[in-house]
């Protein structure tokens, strides 16, 4: 029912920023609560950050909290990822995910509460 494509990606400096995106397809974008997760090398996949369906609520993990910032723009059906002061330990590749709004649980943090997976794109956080 979606399908999600992330772009931004690339190699920065400490301190630097990045912006990622994820476009959205499908008609029942607005119905969904979007994220993003992480998955750095020989780590476990981290949650980086959520935003509901209607924009209005966030959630980031503490890692990134003050440094990141998501966002949703509903007509054109993309979600921003802004990374600020970023740092080494940022490196990772960064995923954009969906779940349908039916849910009981929020902020949802769990890899297995979402529905939908992009392809992933790198970040790579040079010191």
């Known amino acids: 029912q979606v399908q999600l494509v992330e772009s931004g990606g690339g190699l920065v400096q400490a301190g630097g920023s990045l912006r990622l995106s994820c476009a959205a397809s499908g008609r029942t974008f607005r119905n969904y609560i979007m994220g993003w997760f992480r998955q750095a090398p020989g780590k476990e996949r981290e949650f980086v950050a959520v935003i509901s369906s209607g924009g209005g609520v966030t959630y980031y993990a503490d890692s990134v909290k003050g440094r990141f910032t998501i966002s949703r723009d509903i007509p054109n059906n993309t979600v921003y990822l802004e990374m600020n002061s970023l740092k080494p330990e940022d490196t990772a590749v960064y995923y954009c995910?969906?779940?349908?709004?039916?849910?009981?649980?929020?902020?949802?943090?769990?890899?297995?509460?979402?529905?939908?997976w992009g392809q992933g794109t790198q970040v790579t956080v040079s010191s």
């Open positions: 995910v969906a779940e349908r709004t039916d849910i009981s649980r929020w902020p949802p943090t769990q890899s297995h509460e979402y529905d939908y």
